[in-house]
């Protein structure tokens, strides 16, 4: 029973068969191959963004960190909210890749920006002059870091702050799949339509080995990307196979319907906790719960071997109720989730 | 009336004199000449560390960085308060310097670090893993830069705290000479038997024109420092100016002098601000006054031209009272803080 | 006809199948997973290193910059050929990486450093003091960019000049398989028994999808080495799809196996190309033929979109004879060599 | 007697008066203070450039390593001179600083870039794709390294060659004023007239303490700059006594005369050495002496303890005639020329 992270399931069967499928023949490389068009074509489409520059990476560090590198300077101001991904998961790379950038982290609830909050902040960092360094961008998570959804307003709203003072908004998507999965709304009324002007969208926790594509709705923010990710190591010689994986998950709508897929296991589960006398921390709008658990029930499932991770560090262990971080996968077994549910309930 | 910083004034005449009496003849660059030695051998002995390396630069953030740099890797997490000038004031220079170093920052009253609050996030820290990058090294500001004061026993404290987890320990001391001259100690006591690993002394806000020096109480520490401050300019082909400005401060005792001077205007000064209604946000340990002063009084200053810094933001103007920063130096004169109690006094 | 590169071609079936096999089942992610065990236990066997740090990567520059800046300070001399894969083909990336590490490009016939070249670089740079920055670490690649191959004595004659100047030696072993296909020597002999400190060694040109793996033959010189891996975004969540690429290759020995295939295919391309009046311009030794050709028949073989590169850039076009780079490897049909043969013939 | 170099002397009386007369009072510090105003528009009135923008450091090394990461990013590929003091001196500066850009040096008698030479380079640079990282900027010294001096038309030639390609110029000036001082020609005429887009003007080697000018003759490109000086600990924030020097230099004509005299000192000094049957390597147009010296009277002068330095290294020792530098200044006393010259020749 595995509920520490969505990458802790492999690929879906359509992903390695899109690997197998590509495999033939002798193409070239560093993505002058027809694989890479077509996954670039199947994404403009999935966005509705027909001039859109797309790049493969393969993981969402490096998909985040080159994007805030392309987009801030290494004297920038990288505003985000506090449990971002990039601040709390990445060692420091975009710091690095950037040269220096600096996070400038806020609060808010359930894993979001709030405007007003970030809007205050771009007008205190932007006053203050040489010491601060210079506003450079704004950065959110969609789905976000607590489970929780940004809808096209809520994040037009942001981008809305954040171009009012001349800042490109980067969104990371390390869970957008999911985030969709959740919204009614079209794939570009949350990004580009709502102002994002980059978007990382997440394969590899949504069924992919390990693939991500980048997206810059606006071809003239890509200027030099591709040296930056070649500088990097992140550019791949046999790229098909970065390309064959998005390629696999978005040309069929096979994103979406794993992405529903985790989040209904997500609802599962989250209603097992609950019933275990669990209190949720977070709205469940994605495929992560975040819950308080008695400790009995916490060491039980200790007992049992389930894994997954306490909130929002192992300290947490100390705690009675327990605060804990679930997370559920396009393949996570229904029985994981009953599983889990009677072990915390004290009925096994 | 300047209040707006201690490096409103320029350099002390015997500064200003050593610079001349050095300026004759032809020596070797780069630290190879007899003043460089001098000032190096008057620093050892005013920190009783015969051993020290001791090197000189410019500006206060150089050296700073430079030991940041030195001290943490790229992937390295840097706990210091979370006032701290290299977190709030350098616009990055620590995490360009070390290549991505994340800074972790800490709350404190009166701007100073808690040994359980450091040790509590180290620990966390330590446990965060590849994600939240290594543990590297702590910082810390004496006097802090809310104008305290740590004394011998709580710089121990903190690196005692420090040295557990085997970090190093890294004093910013801008204002080390106001730090000294506030306390009943040597300056060995409040940096190397303290546990202090690496000092930042600095000579510009002390009446120096741009000096600061660096010092490795563990020469091992050092190791490749000549070459980074090198490969970041620091390194002056006629190093000679930089050393006579540390030498003329330290061989005559005129830095705890001049560091003394300041600390008066700054109590005489908080006494006139207390005179006018204006509350104390922290003891006036240094050369800094921080207090919410009536709005009214602000607004007559500001009328008669009184220069200083609204806390900690601009966006303070918008209260009353009116939070600020007044700084005093070696050189402010007595009767500008007269003039300035009596305006604020609404006497003029 | 695709004679550009060795990643013309996919992966062996044998890969596939390996990813297609620890495709089931959740395991944790980063590395802490059975097959990223096997796979480095593998390695350990095949280099009889049993202590060597194995850590896996997706791409060669990755591989090579992680382990420059690795043993490389920002301010370091990284002494390699003029023609090392770091210094022309990786953008940068050994800079990028190290913080402004310097490579000091040293000529020698057929790709290959020389020891007394070598020797009085290291003297010279010795003398260089702050200004030309400090000897840090030796490069050379084996096989080397020119097809060549050192020998364990070549190597270890660079090996003694480089620790005896104290700086640790890196193997570029991007095709280190078809350097060792070619050698009658066990890889010990040519990498840590020679001296080598730290190895790249390729997959991806040998039959892997997109896998490099970094060995560190001594323990204590890969301090840090995940958290650099991580802060580059290198780390994959779920790594057991990297190590089952390079477990798939040195478990059963089919990486010399596939090596001694892209070797053998070398040698007739060369024969071919000798017999269309062809000169080669270094020895056949590994995968590659570097040889000038009469330029009427590089213009039937382009005609016929034969895929090569000029060497060693495009503005060799003008030349007659054409200096040409052709590269085969494990899956280059012998079918492509013979039609390549008899059109440049002009036999077509 | 020191030939060293030109920053074995100390500075002018003029800079330490004008030290000393912009020491009274307070101001505000970073640059806002009435110095740097009137010695921007001094410099601005020398260049007549009106628009340009001005901005002073301490070292020669930040100057050029600012504008590199100014003009080129991380992944740029930055032409100069095989013996380019940012090739050469600046222990990685300028990658340091940029972020991992790389440095193609390019051969030239006398220290100096051909038009044909860069003009194909660039046209190769241009093909290597990602692998080669991207051209991004042309660096030329003037005077050079060799001492030889560019004129208005030289440097629009390979300014012409740069700007078709795309690339705007840096000129590298520590020893701009001897250069003017060797031409008849306006100061604009060298840079911006010719095409040059930002110039390093030295002050130290002229006659000043520590005094860098940074011009950006178009406005634009300095883009984000003041941020970079500051992220690099380059902002003084007692910047009076930065920009005191180079208005004591510049102001006056002063500049000029104390670069004539080093000039001078430098053609005496060349008569001496071919009299002492020395051979010029170079023709001597600035303030340096290249040349071949017989063993002999290199030795005479060791024993004399003069100082100058080997060319291009130490190990020229060996050599017989000797290759060496020897570097006049401002301030070098005509007795020293003419007690060396004896030496040399054995008279003394």
Redesign the interface.
Known sequence: M?F??D?????HPAV?QA??D?????????GADPVTARATAALREVFEAPEAIVRF???????N??VCAQLS????RIYCHRDAHIE??????P???S????LITLPGDAGKLRPDVLK?AI??GA????????NAMVSLTNATELGTVYSPDEVAALCEVSHAAGLPVHMDGARFANAMASLDAAPADVTWRAGVDALCFGG??NGA??AEAVLFFDPDRAE?F?????????????Q???AAQMLALSESGLWLDLARRANCAAVRLAEGVQRAGGRLLAPVESNAVFAEIPLAAHQRAVAADA?YHLWP???AERLDPVPVRLVTSW?TPQSDIDGLTAILCGET
């Open positions: 595995n520490a992270s990458n802790a399931y492999g690929a390695m690997l197998v590509c495999n033939d023949g002798a193409v070239m490389g560093y990476v393969a993981t969402g560090t490096a998909a960190a080159l300077p290494g004297y920038g709390t998961s990445e060692c420091g790379a710091e690095f890749f040269g220096g950038g600096k205050e007008r205190i006053g203050e002059g040489l010491n601060g360094g210079c590899t926790k080995m390990a030099g591709d040296y930056r990710r070649k500088q990097s190591g992140h550019v791949f010689s046999k098909r196979f970065l894994k560090d192992a300290s393949n």
